[in-house]
C-alpha cells in the first residue's frame, strides 16, 4: 500500500510535526509512506491574501485568521498523487491547494482520508470557529471578517465547499474528540464518515528522564519549581501569554522559575519582575525540547484554542504533568487532578491554582502512563492503517 501524505509545510507548525511523525510511524509498521509538503511561497500564496485584504477593503486585522483557497498548486498531475493508493490530507491552506484542487482529488477515485489539524475541512474559511456554529447549516456573515454580510467570502465558499462533497467519499479524523464531534455536525460533511485518532509521539525523543540531570543539560537552576510555558510565536496572544503573567503573579509557591520557550519571547520578562526568567528560543530539535519538559515540574498550556497540542502529548510522554484551560481536546488530553489540572476557561485564579496544585503533587508517574497509552506510535499507526484498509 502507497500512502501520499500531503501538508503545506514539512515542519512548521503542529501539523506538520504531526504528519511527519505519523509518516515515520506508518514507515515502522510496513506502510510504504511519503510526504508532499508546499515548495516556496509564491502567487497562490499572494494572490489569496490579496483577495482576503481587498474583501475587507484594505484592513490588515483579520487577514491570517481565514483561508479561501482560490489559488494552488495541481498536485494530481504529479507521479506520487498517481502512485499513490491512499491520499492522507492534512493541513493545506496558504496557498498550497485550491478548493479545485482539492475538487480533483476527491474525485479521482483514490481512496481519501483528511487529518483535520483544525476546524478549516468543515467551514467556509476559517480555521477557528470560536462560538460561531454557522456551518452546521450555512456559512454567512463570518465574524472574522472585517465587513461581513450575507453573501461575503464564508457564503461564497462555503457554496463552492458543497459542491465539491457532493458524491465524494472521505474519511475525515479529528486529532480529537471534540474535533470530531464538531465536525459531525457540519452541513458539509453530512453522509461522511468521521472518527477520532490523536497525534503520534515519538518514543525515541520523548521518554522519562532523570530531571535533575535534564536540568544540567539545559543549563537551568537545580533547586526550585519550573514553570515551562512555550509557544512557536509567544507574542500570538491567542496562547495565552497575559494568562501566563496574570498566573505567575497569583502563584502560592514561591522561588518559581519560568521556563518560557518561543520566539518573541523577551518582552514577557519585563512584565514578571518577581518571578525568576528563563527564555529558550523555539527549540526545533526533539532532544532538547524532551530534556526541557522533564527539566520542568509542570508545562502550561493557557492558549484560548487548541484542538490537540501536540505540546501536552510530548511533556506528558517524559512524565510532565500538563495544566490547561477547558477548551477544545485539552479535557481529553489532561485528566483534571489525575495527571494535571484542567482550569476553568479564561480564569487566571483557577489557572494559577491549578500550577499550584501540580506542584503539590506528584502526577509523574500517571502523566507518562497515559501518554503511552493514547499517543504511542503503532497504536496510533494502526487505527490508521485499518481505516486506510477499509
Same mark, same amino acid.
Not at 465539491?164 to 460533511?189: E, K, N, P, Q, Y
Given at each position: 500500500?502507497?500512502?501520499?501524505?500531503?501538508?503545506? &509545510?514539512?515542519?512548521?507548525?503542529?501539523?506538520?510535526?504531526?504528519?511527519?511523525?505519523?509518516? @515515520?510511524? $506508518?514507515?515502522?509498521? !510496513?506502510?510504504?509512506?511519503?510526504?508532499?509538503?508546499?515548495?516556496?511561497?509564491?502567487?497562490?500564496?499572494?494572490?489569496?491574501?490579496?483577495?482576503? =485584504?481587498?474583501?475587507?477593503?484594505?484592513?490588515?486585522?483579520?487577514?491570517?485568521?481565514?483561508?479561501?483557497?482560490?489559488? +494552488?498548486?495541481?498536485?494530481?498531475?504529479?507521479?506520487?498523487?498517481?502512485?499513490?493508493?491512499?491520499?492522507?490530507?492534512?493541513?493545506?491552506?496558504?496557498?498550497?491547494?485550491? $478548493?479545485?484542487?482539492?475538487?480533483?482529488?476527491?474525485?479521482?477515485?483514490?481512496?481519501?482520508?483528511?487529518?483535520?489539524?483544525?476546524?478549516?475541512?468543515?467551514?467556509?474559511?476559517?480555521?477557528?470557529?470560536?462560538?460561531?456554529?454557522?456551518?452546521?447549516?450555512?456559512?454567512?456573515?463570518?465574524?472574522? $471578517?472585517?465587513?461581513?454580510? &450575507?453573501?461575503?467570502?464564508?457564503?461564497?465558499?462555503?457554496?463552492?465547499?458543497?459542491?465539491?462533497?457532493? @458524491?465524494?467519499? *472521505?474519511?475525515?479524523?479529528?486529532? &480529537?474528540? =471534540?474535533?470530531?464531534?464538531?465536525?459531525?455536525?457540519?452541513?458539509?460533511?453530512?453522509?461522511?464518515?468521521?472518527?477520532?485518532?490523536?497525534?503520534?509521539?515519538?518514543?525515541?525523543?520523548?521518554?522519562?528522564?532523570?530531571?535533575?540531570?535534564?536540568?544540567?543539560?539545559?543549563?537551568?537552576?537545580?533547586?526550585?519549581?519550573?514553570?515551562?510555558?512555550?509557544?512557536?510565536?509567544?507574542?500570538?496572544?491567542?496562547?495565552?501569554?497575559?494568562?501566563?503573567?496574570?498566573?505567575?503573579?497569583?502563584?502560592?509557591?514561591?522561588?518559581?522559575?519560568?521556563?518560557?520557550? +518561543?520566539?518573541?519571547?523577551?518582552?514577557?520578562?519585563?512584565?514578571?519582575?518577581?518571578?525568576? *526568567?528563563?527564555?529558550?528560543?523555539?527549540?526545533?530539535?526533539?532532544?532538547?525540547?524532551?530534556?526541557?519538559?522533564?527539566?520542568? @515540574?509542570?508545562?502550561?498550556?493557557?492558549?484560548?484554542?487548541?484542538?490537540?497540542?501536540?505540546?501536552?502529548?510530548?511533556?506528558?510522554? *517524559?512524565?510532565?504533568?500538563?495544566? !490547561?484551560?477547558?477548551?477544545?481536546?485539552?479535557?481529553?488530553?489532561?485528566?483534571?487532578?489525575?495527571? !494535571?489540572?484542567?482550569?476553568?476557561?479564561?480564569?487566571?485564579?483557577?489557572?494559577?491554582? +491549578?500550577?499550584?496544585?501540580?506542584? @503539590?503533587?506528584?502526577?509523574?508517574?500517571?502523566?507518562?502512563?497515559?501518554?503511552?497509552?493514547?499517543?504511542?506510535?503503532?497504536?496510533?499507526?494502526?487505527?490508521?492503517?485499518?481505516?486506510?484498509?477499509?
Amino acid at each position: 500500500m502507497n500512502v501520499l501524505l500531503v501538508n503545506t &509545510s514539512e515542519r512548521s507548525g503542529g501539523a506538520a510535526i504531526a504528519a511527519s511523525r505519523l509518516m @515515520d510511524a $506508518l514507515g515502522r509498521n !510496513g506502510v510504504s509512506a511519503r510526504m508532499l509538503v508546499r515548495g516556496k511561497c509564491g502567487f497562490p500564496f499572494y494572490w489569496e491574501r490579496m483577495v482576503v =485584504w481587498l474583501h475587507n477593503r484594505l484592513s490588515l486585522r483579520m487577514l491570517w485568521h481565514v483561508d479561501i483557497a482560490n489559488s +494552488g498548486t495541481d498536485i494530481t498531475l504529479l507521479p506520487a498523487f498517481r502512485e499513490a493508493d491512499v491520499v492522507h490530507l492534512h493541513w493545506v491552506n496558504q496557498g498550497f491547494l485550491s $478548493l479545485d484542487v482539492i475538487d480533483r482529488i476527491l474525485h479521482s477515485g483514490k481512496r481519501i482520508v483528511w487529518t483535520m489539524h483544525d476546524q478549516w475541512p468543515y467551514t467556509a474559511i476559517c480555521h477557528h470557529s470560536l462560538t460561531c456554529r454557522r456551518f452546521q447549516t450555512h456559512c454567512h456573515d463570518c465574524p472574522q $471578517l472585517c465587513h461581513p454580510s &450575507s453573501h461575503d467570502l464564508s457564503y461564497k465558499v462555503f457554496e463552492r465547499k458543497l459542491a465539491l462533497m457532493r @458524491d465524494a467519499h *472521505v474519511t475525515f479524523v479529528g486529532c &480529537s474528540r =471534540w474535533i470530531a464531534g464538531l465536525a459531525a455536525t457540519s452541513a458539509l460533511l453530512r453522509g461522511q464518515r468521521v472518527v477520532s485518532i490523536p497525534n503520534v509521539v515519538p518514543s525515541e525523543a520523548f521518554h522519562p528522564m532523570d530531571r535533575l540531570e535534564a536540568r544540567r543539560r539545559m543549563n537551568l537552576p537545580e533547586q526550585g519549581p519550573l514553570v515551562l510555558f512555550g509557544s512557536c510565536k509567544v507574542s500570538d496572544r491567542r496562547k495565552g501569554a497575559d494568562y501566563m503573567i496574570a498566573a505567575c503573579r497569583r502563584l502560592r509557591h514561591t522561588g518559581v522559575t519560568l521556563v518560557i520557550v +518561543g520566539r518573541q519571547a523577551g518582552w514577557m520578562c519585563k512584565e514578571l519582575p518577581s518571578v525568576g *526568567v528563563r527564555v529558550f528560543d523555539y527549540i526545533s530539535d526533539e532532544h532538547q525540547m524532551a530534556a526541557l519538559y522533564a527539566a520542568s @515540574d509542570v508545562y502550561v498550556t493557557p492558549s484560548l484554542m487548541e484542538n490537540l497540542p501536540n505540546t501536552i502529548a510530548e511533556a506528558m510522554s *517524559v512524565g510532565t504533568p500538563c495544566v !490547561g484551560f477547558h477548551t477544545g481536546g485539552i479535557p481529553e488530553m489532561i485528566d483534571h487532578l489525575e495527571n !494535571g489540572y484542567v482550569a476553568h476557561y479564561c480564569d487566571v485564579d483557577d489557572l494559577a491554582h +491549578g500550577i499550584d496544585y501540580v506542584l @503539590d503533587h506528584d502526577l509523574r508517574d500517571a502523566a507518562r502512563q497515559k501518554a503511552a497509552a493514547s499517543y504511542g506510535e503503532d497504536a496510533v499507526a494502526q487505527q490508521y492503517i485499518r481505516i486506510y484498509e477499509e
